[in-house]
């Protein structure tokens, strides 16, 4: 196992786990990550959506939740900035973040590849690992299509051994099926962000960083003020991305990434100046970057 959270978070308090995600999900993998990483023992327990994740984690103070927040091939998971956006409680922040690979394996009973006729997995499984269907299975190749890809490993047990499905490595852990090929999407250097949130205070580590999400008035200068604020206290901005507003018609929110922990005084007093130089503030936190 992983090192303790030590000062980062006490790891004792944390009684349950809240993922997203079904078995042998990408969410599920990051979720053992944090766990090893940080030597967590706590419930887990996994769900359908996003929101369930958080709902659950604002309604439990001894909970954590483990969610996407980006990927490199699709983008912004909008689902994930909107549900912490909207939080109701304002104490649940980010604890902890981690990139991850995102790697589709093709996953069989069989031990050989050459033996493959057939392949279960859902459409968008598919999609993202085309280019090895194309090239490296038969062209007449049976593909059975099914909701999601827990379904696709229940189901091979149906049908006889030349039948393989697109799931991760955990998935061919948790169903003890072979690895025939890992890496087989079409981006090979795909990967994940995944955040780890709750109602936890932290502590600074030498890979903290600070998130907040702000609007600023539509007038000349009114970004430039936020931005000579960091300059100003030597604080290095590492991430700036803009999302439409929920909050009003043609406002956008600024989530910005910088170095630092809100317990260090400049980072304090840096957040607290630019609070005065928005319409909207929301601190998001401060946290290990591992």
């Known amino acids: 196992m992983g090192s303790e959270m030590s000062n980062f978070v006490d790891s004792q308090k944390i009684k349950t786990i809240a993922y997203l995600g079904k078995s042998g999900s990408f969410t599920e993998m990051a979720k053992d990550y944090f766990c090893e990483k940080y030597s967590l023992d706590a419930y887990q327990m996994p769900f359908r959506t996003i929101?369930?994740?958080?709902?659950?984690?604002?309604?439990?103070?001894?909970a954590v939740g483990i969610i996407p927040v980006e990927n490199a091939a699709e983008g912004i998971i909008r689902e994930t900035n909107d549900n912490l956006l909207k939080s109701s409680d304002e104490h649940i922040k980010i604890l902890a973040e981690t990139i991850l690979p995102s790697n589709n394996c093709l996953l069989s009973k069989n031990s050989e590849i050459y033996n493959i006729t057939g392949?279960?997995?859902?459409?968008?499984?598919?999609?993202?690992?085309?280019?090895?269907?194309?090239?490296?299975?038969?062209?007449?190749?049976?593909?059975?299509?099914?909701?999601?890809?827990e379904e696709a490993a229940r189901l091979l047990?149906?049908?006889?051994?030349?039948?393989?499905?697109?799931?991760?490595?955990?998935?061919?852990?948790?169903?003890?099926?072979n690895i025939l090929n890992s890496n087989i999407n079409n981006d090979k250097d795909n990967h994940t962000k995944f955040l780890m949130v709750g109602n936890f205070e932290t502590e600074p580590t030498e890979h903290s960083v600070s998130s907040i999400a702000i609007s600023v008035s539509d007038v000349p200068g009114s970004l430039y003020n936020i931005v000579k604020e960091f300059a100003e206290n030597n604080i290095n901005i590492t991430y700036i991305h803009a999302t439409p507003s929920k909050l009003e018609a043609n406002e956008y929110v600024l989530f910005l990434d910088f170095n630092g922990h809100i317990k260090e005084s400049h980072v304090k007093q840096t957040i607290d100046n630019i609070k005065q130089n928005t319409k909207y503030f929301r601190?998001?936190?401060?946290?290990?970057?591992?």
Not at 157 to 177: P, Q
């Open 119 to 149: 392949l279960i997995a859902p459409a968008p499984a598919i999609a993202r690992c085309q280019n090895y269907i194309k090239t490296e299975l038969p062209i007449h190749l049976n593909i059975i299509h099914t909701s999601d890809t």
């Open 51 to 62: 929101q369930e994740v958080m709902s659950y984690v604002e309604q439990d103070s001894d």
């Open 283 to 290: 601190f998001m936190g401060s946290y290990e970057r591992i």
């Open 157 to 177: 047990n149906s049908y006889n051994l030349t039948y393989s499905i697109i799931g991760t490595e955990k998935t061919a852990e948790i169903y003890n099926l």
